[in-house]
T-cell receptor, first 111, second 117 residues
Framework: ELKVEQNPLFLSMQEGKNYTIYCNYS?????LYWYRQDPGKSLESLFV?????AVKQEGRLMASLDTKARLSTLHITAAVHDLSATYFC???????????FGEGTQLTVNP | GAVVSQHPSWVICKSGTSVKIECRSL??????MFWYRQFPKQSLMLMAT?????????EQGVEKDKFLINHASLTLSTLTVTSAHPEDSSFYIC?????????????FGPGTRLTVL
């Protein structure tokens, strides 16, 4: 059974600071996704990582994938209040499109 | 492109009644649709996977007779919560795959918040 774990689950940080959210998964995977969810809203797709060593950046967020370590990171640079949300990683097992989600990381960026 | 809608956005119903939630892919044909449930402060849990024209595949622990899923066309799937009870109150999110962009990428709907009184 595929398990996906995120760390930390809750994160409070000041504006301007950097931080990394980690996503570990238990079996090999074809793809890894990062999503953002605002309170009361559905998921917003941030990144899709397809291969070992993949790195993608959008604004203050950068995601990377190490398939050998079964680890993905979401790095936040110079955080701003607008980044406050819950971030989920999700993993797609080989041969299927049945996503397994991590527990989510609730990020609060304080002024 | 790849827009998924859900209707209604929120619904409040009395215990014992049935509620139908629609999920539509607006600009692509969705060969597969997924239904998720999310309780407050928790992650998304996959309830079932449905392919157009065939019976849905339910995850372990999800009652197929309580959560009826119909995927009648390539653009529409419905989830009916039968004889709803307060414990069914949750945020239900559908997703669809099979359209433009990456193959098998899931595109998520905006969600439906169900409150059962």
């Amino acid at each position: 059974e595929l398990k996906v774990e995120q760390n930390p689950l809750f994160l409070s940080m000041q504006e301007g600071k950097n931080y990394t959210i980690y996503c570990n998964y238990s079996t090999t995977s074809d793809r890894l996704y990062w999503y953002r969810q605002d309170p009361g809203k559905s998921l917003e797709s941030l990144f899709v990582l397809l291969s070992n060593g993949a790195v993608k950046q959008e604004g203050r967020l950068m995601a990377s994938l190490d398939t050998k370590a079964r680890l993905s990171t979401l790095h936040i640079t110079a955080a701003v209040h607008d980044l406050s949300a819950t971030y989920f990683c999700a993993v797609d097992p080989p041969g299927g499109s049945r996503l397994t989600f991590g527990e989510g990381t609730q990020l609060t960026v304080n002024p | 492109g790849a827009v998924v809608s859900q209707h209604p956005s929120w619904v409040i119903c009395k215990s014992g009644t049935s509620v139908k939630i629609e999920c539509r892919s607006l600009d692509f044909q969705a060969t597969t649709m997924f239904w998720y449930r999310q309780f407050p402060k928790q992650s998304l849990m996959l309830m079932a996977t449905s392919n157009e024209g065939s019976k849905a595949t339910y995850e372990q622990g999800v009652e197929k007779d309580k959560f009826l899923i119909n995927h009648a066309s390539l653009t529409l799937s419905t989830l009916t919560v039968t004889s709803a009870h307060p414990e069914d109150s949750s945020f239900y999110i559908c997703s669809a795959s099979g359209g433009t962009g990456l193959a098998d990428t899931q595109y998520f709907g905006p969600g439906t918040r169900l409150t059962v009184l």
